[in-house]
């Protein structure tokens, strides 16, 4: 089947696939009616968030719908462990701390836990989030079709290109570092050391500050546990005062004397 080549008459083609109206698909990805209209006309621009919404809802390609590239749909929970080894793979790569990796980021620790993990993806923002920040390859993430980070993610250094941080700041510091490092000086021996040893501080920080996070979660977790078990032990508060009322009065069995005590009530 030859399929539309403009993204905006592929997301019709959806729309029109399914048999729904503008204003059932804007239902299903929480858009208006006029937004999802715009979005097939072109006056506004599809956009990752948008791919992702289709994806999760409808099980659509984002590879196909960005760029016509492949099926047309794929199986939803097998793209999102392929897409969470995918940013797991980059921050190993980057040798970034969970706990950093996120919060450059802008999302939190437990969002890009659950996307590493695979699982199904509550927060498309977080996601694009990372995608956005560390500008990532949208067709290597989904497919590993090319390299990991779009071009302009690469800075080169002497012979070298090495991936930095995104941050234009933090990359003209490494440059400078660097120069430092390569003068063979007494500056670089000291700058060496004081290096290692901050490093060893900022990575012994973080990783107490994940594991207290990772603690409040855990203690979260119990507490909401232990509030479904309470729940489900006070299902009949009614019957539990009728059965203390029952034992502070000896029950319906009033008898006293040898009856009582046969009933197993009385001293």
Partial sequence: MKYPPNINDRLKHIRQLFGITQKQMGVDLGLSPSKIRDLESGKVKISTLHALALKD????????????????????????????????????????????????????FYILDSIEKGEQIKDYNGLFALIKYYN????????????????????????????????????????????????????AESLKANVNSFHESVKAREEIKTMRTE??????????????????TDTTPERSNDLVDKLKTGGPDRRSGPDRRKSGLGE
């Fill in 57 to 108: 809802v409808y099980k659509i390609n984002p590879d196909w719908l960005m760029f016509g590239n492949g099926p047309l749909r794929v199986e939803s929970d097998i793209l999102e462990k392929t897409i969470g080894k995918g940013i797991e793979y980059i921050r190993f790569f980057l040798k970034i701390h969970k706990g950093t990796f996120a919060q450059k980021a802008g999302i939190d």
């Fill in 215 to 232: 603690i409040n979660y855990l203690k979260n977790h119990i507490i909401n546990d232990r509030r479904k078990v309470d729940r489900r």
């Fill in 136 to 187: 990532i390859n949208l067709r290597w993430l989904f497919f590993r079709d090319g390299e990991p980070f779009n071009d302009d993610t690469t800075i080169n250094i002497g012979n070298n290109n090495q991936l930095l941080d995104p941050d234009p700041e933090l990359n003209d510091l490494l440059k400078k570092t660097r120069d430092v490092l390569v003068s063979k000086t007494s500056y």
